[in-house]
């Protein structure tokens, strides 16, 4: 297989996890009794552009269904952040009633809901009909399309650029990232604005964050090879932020220039980071399968310690990342009764691999568990805000990554 960026043949590899199903693929009742699709999860790392990257096995319509189940909206610290972000956006672009705002992989409006309220004129691309209907029905306009270099272009061709547009979790989501760039291009108004947020790699690698491997996650990004990749496509990157979301993201802002922005002091500072933690050199990413072994050695020695102790357990938060360590460590509902979420939409499914359910977080009050796992960590505290009552009780919350921590 050749680099999805820079074409290069990718010979290292940075992660193997086995065989598994997408992680988005909740299961009915029904889909218990048939095969359950599985596909090789093997991440490999490029030598020359340092882009780590998904083997190609699965195509993306196999990912993104129109059952598509995750709703940004679920989480209140997400609906805070793309708050947070649109009160320091607009001023900060000087955006108004003539601006055109797109966002891209706008989910259930989570974000754009916060422009429609400025009265500043946005429209969302989302390709899952699930999530695009609940984004219709608070009235933005949604383009039900994956986006790339033609539908870039064919917006242009109609007048629709934008002075601002917002990629939040899709570019390290877009199995052809060049295309993706140059849709960018294509779309963006000539002194017109591009933020795009993506997990870290660094971070993921500092933080053993191995979980966030999935079939959805296409490309896994460090700053220098984000910024390569958008060069690439005639963008220049002129600022960069830090984000404590996911574990450790980044909010890369580029343009068609830095005439408008000039570029920041935090651009050379990240990259003179990333080259002292040698980003751009094989050593960090040969050690990662390590650190992926090793927690699953812990986390399963821990379920089965607890189940020997007679203590009761269970999961909170459905999440991707949970279905990744989940199977990885094949951990079963002999282990892990059930999952609770508040997510509607997955409340009476399975989670794909293990089968384990999915039940609403009412069940909490009815089971007592001594321990609840928090399967998506980056939210751990929030969730433990919301089910204080359990920890009253004398119940633990524990979370597995970077190692087992109870909180
Ligand atoms: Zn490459």
New binding site residues.
């Given amino acids: 297989m050749k680099?999805r960026?820079?074409e290069?043949e990718l010979r290292d590899k940075f992660l193997d996890l086995g065989v598994m199903p997408p992680s988005n693929a909740y299961l009915s009742k029904e889909d218990l009794e048939k095969p359950e699709p599985k596909y090789p999860l093997r991440l490999l790392v490029?030598t020359?552009?340092w882009?780590v990257q998904t083997e190609d096995f699965v195509g993306r319509s196999e990912l993104f269904t129109s059952e598509y189940a995750y709703f940004s909206s679920t989480s209140k610290s997400w609906l805070d952040h793309a708050a947070k972000y649109c009160e320091k956006i607009i001023p900060q672009l000087g955006l108004g009633p003539k601006s055109l705002v797109v966002e891209i992989a706008s989910n259930d409006g989570y974000l754009l809901k916060n422009f429609l309220v400025a009265e500043i004129p946005c429209l969302g691309i989302e390709p899952t009909t699930s999530t695009a209907e609940v984004a219709e029905s608070l009235g933005i306009p949604v383009m039900r399309e994956f986006f790339g270099e033609k539908l870039g272009r064919a917006l242009a061709s109609e007048g629709k650029q934008a002075d601002l547009i917002i990629g939040n979790n899709v570019f390290a989501h877009v199995p052809d990232i060049n295309d993706f760039a140059k849709g960018l291009k294509a779309l963006l108004k000539p002194k017109g604005t591009i933020t795009l947020e993506f997990p870290h790699l660094m971070k993921m690698i500092e933080f053993s964050q191995f979980d966030t491997a999935y079939h959805e996650h296409f490309s896994y990004l460090s700053f220098g090879t984000a910024k390569a990749i958008l060069k690439h496509a005639e963008l220049v990157v002129w600022n960069v932020e830090e984000l404590a979301t996911h574990g450790g993201s980044l909010r890369v802002y580029a343009g068609h220039s830095n005439e408008e922005h000039p570029e920041t002091a935090a651009v050379a500072a990240l990259l003179a980071e990333e080259s002292e933690r040698g980003m751009q050199k094989s050593d960090p990413y040969q050690t990662f399968q390590g650190k992926a072994d090793r927690i699953r050695g812990e986390f399963r020695a821990f379920l089965e310690g607890q189940k020997a102790w007679g203590q009761k357990v269970a999961a909170y938060g459905a999440a991707a990342k949970g279905n990744t360590l989940l199977n990885y460590a094949n951990i079963k509902a002999d282990l892990l009764p059930f999952v609770c979420d508040a997510a509607t939409a997955k409340q009476g499914k399975f989670m794909p691999g293990s089968r384990i359910p999915i039940v609403p977080a009412s069940a909490l009050q009815e089971q007592h568990p001594d321990c609840l796992v928090i399967l998506p960590w980056n939210i751990a505290e929030e969730i433990r805000q919301q089910n204080l009552e359990i920890e009253k009780r004398g119940a633990r919350f524990v979370t597995a990554i970077p190692e087992i921590r109870i909180l």
């Fill in positions: 680099c960026h820079c290069e490029c020359n552009c882009l």
